[in-house]
């Protein structure tokens, strides 16, 4: 049995967590109000932007220099786009991130993974440490870019992106991150991110027929970079507000797991206070008892 030392130790240590733990859960609970916020106000128009791409994507009928974004190529040479978070302590939420990731790889690109084709550019420090340590290809310039994430900075990752993909340096190029869902959930997605996807021929949206004006061409040149830079945008949004729902949960369960442990160490102390009393007596009286006989 420990002494009431060691378990004291013990019962400080514990209480100490449970207050971080409990600190942690009210930061990224007001961080999640901000990020659910952006995330909510982005979607729609993030959807809709993604619709008109699609179905511009399905109305090209010629092989125009405006239709790059939705070349079909032999897949030679992947990009994956690896989203996790700067900091731990968010439960499963990065380590669904590098299992998507592999498995995406071993599942479509393992031929050209063998050759070392398939690069991965990680967003967030976790995905930069994991596959660094794995030794991957890797594009590690935007690996900040959760510090200070504004639109202006996704922008420059998009336009790496669609140069990239333009030039022939990439044949296709997909994202992997986490859709914020609620507080408790998050749903792992992969998305092609280029080239663009017409979309299903059931949809009655693959039917719309724009008007240009002023003209194709012009708004083509405009339209097209902006709603990639917004899908990644979004991408990343959704990540964040992950991050943090994952983060107050995990933390509402730590803080919880601390309160019960907290529970079992004190009945331990207790338990070993009193123990030791009953035999602090017991030696008292056999003192007592041995000094009568003598």
Same mark, same amino acid.
């Given at each position: 049995?420990?002494?009431?030392?060691?378990?004291?130790?013990?019962?400080?240590?514990?209480?100490?967590?449970?207050?971080?733990?409990?600190?942690?859960?009210?930061?990224?609970?007001?961080?999640?109000?901000?990020?659910?916020?952006?995330?909510?106000?982005?979607?729609?128009?993030?959807?809709?932007?993604?619709?008109?791409?699609?179905?511009?994507?399905?109305?090209?009928?010629?092989?125009?220099?405006?239709?790059?974004?939705?070349?079909?190529?032999?897949?030679?040479?992947?990009?994956?786009?690896?989203?996790?978070?700067?900091?731990?302590?968010?439960?499963?939420?990065?380590?669904?991130?590098?299992?998507?990731?592999?498995?995406?790889?071993?599942?479509?690109?393992?031929?050209?993974?063998?050759?070392?084709?398939?690069?991965?550019?990680?967003?967030?420090?976790?995905?930069?440490?994991?596959?660094?340590?794995?030794?991957?290809?890797?594009?590690?310039?935007?690996?900040?870019?959760?510090?200070?994430?504004?639109?202006?900075?996704?922008?420059?990752?998009?336009?790496?992106?669609?140069?990239?993909?333009?030039?022939?340096?990439?044949?296709?190029?997909?994202?992997?991150?986490?859709?914020?869902?609620?507080?408790?959930?998050?749903?792992?997605?992969?998305?092609?991110?280029?080239?663009?996807?017409?979309?299903? @021929?059931?949809?009655?949206?693959? +039917?719309?027929?724009?008007? !240009?004006?002023?003209? *194709? =061409?012009?708004?083509?040149?405009?339209? $097209?970079?902006?709603?990639?830079?917004?899908?990644?945008?979004?991408?990343?949004?959704?990540?964040?507000?992950?991050?943090?729902?994952?983060?107050?949960?995990?933390?509402?369960?730590?803080?919880?797991? @601390?309160?019960?442990?907290?529970? +079992?160490?004190?009945?331990? !102390?207790?338990?070993? *206070? =009193?123990?030791?009393?009953?035999?602090? $007596?017991?030696?008292?009286?056999?003192?007592?008892?041995?000094?009568?006989?003598?």
């Amino acid at each position: 049995m420990a002494s009431l030392k060691e378990v004291k130790g013990r019962i400080t240590s514990v209480v100490s967590t449970q207050q971080i733990t409990k600190a942690m859960k009210m930061v990224a609970a007001a961080k999640l109000r901000k990020s659910q916020d952006r995330i909510t106000q982005m979607r729609p128009f993030a959807q809709k932007l993604s619709t008109i791409l699609q179905n511009l994507s399905a109305a090209q009928t010629d092989a125009s220099t405006d239709a790059w974004y939705s070349q079909v190529r032999e897949e030679k040479k992947v990009l994956i786009v690896a989203i996790s978070s700067d900091r731990g302590l968010c439960g499963s939420f990065n380590s669904n991130i590098f299992k998507g990731v592999l498995k995406v790889i071993n599942d479509k690109y393992a031929s050209q993974a063998e050759k070392g084709n398939v690069t991965i550019l990680p967003i967030g420090r976790k995905a930069f440490e994991f596959f660094g340590k794995r030794k991957s290809p890797l594009v590690s310039d935007y690996s900040t870019l959760f510090s200070g994430l504004t639109y202006d900075k996704v922008s420059e990752v998009g336009e790496f992106l669609m140069s990239e993909f333009k030039v022939g340096n990439y044949d296709k190029i997909e994202i992997v991150y986490n859709e914020f869902k609620n507080v408790a959930t998050q749903i792992l997605r992969t998305e092609q991110f280029l080239p663009v996807l017409p979309p299903a @021929a059931n949809k009655t949206t693959a +039917e719309v027929d724009y008007i !240009y004006q002023p003209d *194709r =061409q012009e708004i083509m040149v405009g339209l $097209i970079p902006k709603s990639l830079k917004v899908q990644l945008f979004k991408a990343l949004l959704d990540s964040n507000a992950s991050e943090n729902g994952a983060r107050m949960t995990a933390m509402d369960k730590a803080t919880d797991n @601390a309160g019960e442990l907290l529970k +079992e160490l004190r009945l331990t !102390y207790n338990r070993t *206070r =009193q123990a030791a009393i009953t035999k602090e $007596i017991l030696e008292i009286v056999g003192g007592a008892e041995a000094l009568k006989s003598a």
